[in-house]
């Protein structure tokens, strides 16, 4: 069997050699040509994405604060769950990432490490992770997007669901549904398993939050679905959260990671205005803007330029 290492690079470095040809699978943040970098070397920062649209949307919004500050950047959206997007940052296909903390600290620590509902102990615990791999944190943001256990109406009222733990008398008979990765992530099919014990009657592979989840949540194809917590379709469709009452899901703040090589060849400047960003960020503002990009169907890359001018973070 391919070592999967071996295979994730490969398909970063496709990635990349189709980003350096100019196709569709790379765009550049900004209509204008790249400036030259604050170093003199005309180097393109490349801001990569997951396989969402909140993190595309985040990549653009990275993207375009950095080339208001004149650093030359382009995008690589919808590179794929964080195992790949990782693998990227590791060798450097990219150098800056939207993250959240609470599901990056988890990742990055294999589980050792116990991301938890602080705000703070779960953004100090993933700096001090992130420096051990040559890799630094900014400041996080306000926002926060964390995984959201959802059900329709109809089933709540049926069942009798507003907790987490309202599902253990019923799950045995319920079809749960979210991202392939679910059964490996703490804070999805392993967590609900430990924390609430919850054992489902089938778990189907779907997407990461996306549309085939909500289609099938609606639909009747499943129960219970993962979604996150900021998706715009939860009020639009009036599906119901389930309180998570006993705290399996942690601290989820957006934040930018980014390789420590690339602070300190562009200086402390692309920091800066990342940090800038975060500071204007709050869970209201991402969710608007997510309701732009879900709902209303604009691309990523003009909802954040716009946000971007209206907060003075980019020149128009």
């Known amino acids: 069997m391919p070592d999967l290492r071996a295979l994730i690079r490969a398909a970063c470095l496709a990635l990349a050699v189709a980003c350096a040809a100019g196709t569709a699978a790379c765009s550049t943040a900004s209509s204008r040509p790249p400036a030259p970098g604050p170093d003199g070397r005309g180097a393109a920062i490349t801001v990569g994405s997951f396989n969402f649209p909140e993190s595309v949307l985040l990549a653009y919004l990275y993207a375009g604060a950095l080339a208001a500050k004149g650093y030359p950047v382009r995008v690589l959206p919808d590179l794929g769950t964080r195992e790949l997007v990782d693998a990227a940052l590791m060798e450097g296909l990219v150098q800056v990432v939207p993250e959240y903390t609470g599901a990056a600290l988890q990742f990055v620590s294999l589980g050792r490490v116990n991301a938890t509902s602080s705000v703070t102990a779960t953004a ?8 051990g791999r040559g890799l630094v944190t900014g400041h996080p943001a306000a926002a926060q997007d964390g995984n959201a256990i959802v059900v329709t109406a109809a089933t709540a009222g ?7 733990s309202d599902l253990a008398k019923v799950a045995g008979h319920l079809i749960f549904g979210g991202p392939p990765e679910c059964v490996e992530r703490p804070s999805c099919l392993p967590g609900l398993k430990l924390i ?61 990671v980014l390789r420590r090589a690339t602070v300190d060849r562009f200086g402390a400047g692309v920091l800066a205005a990342l940090n800038a960003l975060s500071a204007r960020l709050s869970t209201a503002a991402l969710t608007a803007l997510d309701t732009q990009v879900e709902l209303d169907g604009r691309a990523p890359r003009a909802v954040a330029e716009r946000w971007l001018q209206a907060q003075r973070l980019e020149t128009p």
């Open 124 to 131: 100090d615990a993933l700096v001090r992770s992130m420096a």
């Open 158 to 164: 049926r069942y009798r669901l507003r907790t987490i």
């Open 196 to 256: 609430y014990g919850l054992r489902f009657r089938e778990f189907v592979p779907l997407d990461s939050g996306g549309p085939l989840t909500r289609q099938a949540l609606t639909g009747g194809d499943i129960s219970v679905a993962l979604l996150f917590t900021t998706d715009p379709a939860i009020r639009s469709q009036h599906l119901v959260v389930l309180a998570d009452n006993r705290n399996l899901q942690p601290a989820q703040n957006v934040v930018p």
